[in-house]
């Protein structure tokens, strides 16, 4: 496989620019290092709110209280991102599937090393559940959602449905982190994510307090009848990514276990791709996808 040559122009553009690589930075400098992509795609609603006393900010793409609600976890290994870091995919999501999106601030190690940061997903969902009404969302109609570190979040919450889910996203998602696929291989070197990298987010997010082997961690690492429970996933992986593989190798455990999964590949694209779609046109293209499953999943079951 090759690079699409839009993805070859913004790595030598990140190369040009002197970015280092996380496993080359203190967690602390890698947070300064990445800067925020400020939106200015108008939503409807934007609020800060305080769930249970996780931070999260909330976007409505319109008026009125008969959303679904996409809770969303923002990628970073545990240790990097933010409510800012992905402000500008939560905007997108939520005009494009037409529901509501939750974006959960929840504690990075290796300050708050695992389970604060799960812990702090869980809260989140809950509370959104538990203040449906005053969100203006159908406390029936939730997903979970994240990238990366998110989407490995999100596949956990969606495990062990602390409310009711009907749909999961997952956007290259930490699935196993024993680090032993052949993608690991192929793409060890990058580009942009390392092999070297993701094991300095695994050490940094759960050191020696869990094994690699607990599930929650290692979603994929689950029984048959936990991934039987689990709801229905669209799954999208970057075919020039260490975590390709386990990815879609998750997507295939749910199918296996008789949960209905979409598992899509962009073949040309790096980790990271979705978050940088103002400049990839397969980033606006997986937006989309994605956006439209999410209109799907949530919409009302008298449409459907």
Known sequence: MTLHPQAERLIALMASRGQKGF?????????LARPDYVSDEHVYEIRDVNALGVQCRLYKPHAGNDMGLLVFFHGGGWVVGSLNSHDAVCRSLANQSGHAV?????????????PAGLEDCIRATLWAHQNADEIGIDPTRIAVGGDSA????????????PVPLV?????YPVTDCRMGTESYVENGAGPFLRNVDMAAFIDFYIGDITSPEDPRVSPIMASPATLASCPPAV???????????????????????????SIVR??????????????????????????SAIRAALAPPSTK
């Open 23 to 31: 496993a080359d930075q203190t967690p602390e400098e890698a947070r």
């Open 102 to 114: 939750l974006s959960v601030g929840y504690r990075l190690a290796p300050e708050d090393p695992f």
């Open 150 to 161: 998110g989407g490995n979040l999100a596949a956990v919450v969606a495990q062990l449905q």
């Open 167 to 171: 749909f999961q996203v997952l956007i």
């Open 235 to 261: 799954i999208i992986t970057a075919g020039h990514d260490p975590l390709r593989d386990e990815g879609e190798q998750y997507g295939h455990a749910l199918l296996a276990n008789g949960v209905e999964a």
């Open 266 to 291: 962009y073949f040309g694209m790096f980790h990271g791709f979705f978050s940088l779609f103002p400049w990839l046109d397969d980033g606006k293209a997986a937006v989309s996808q994605v956006s």
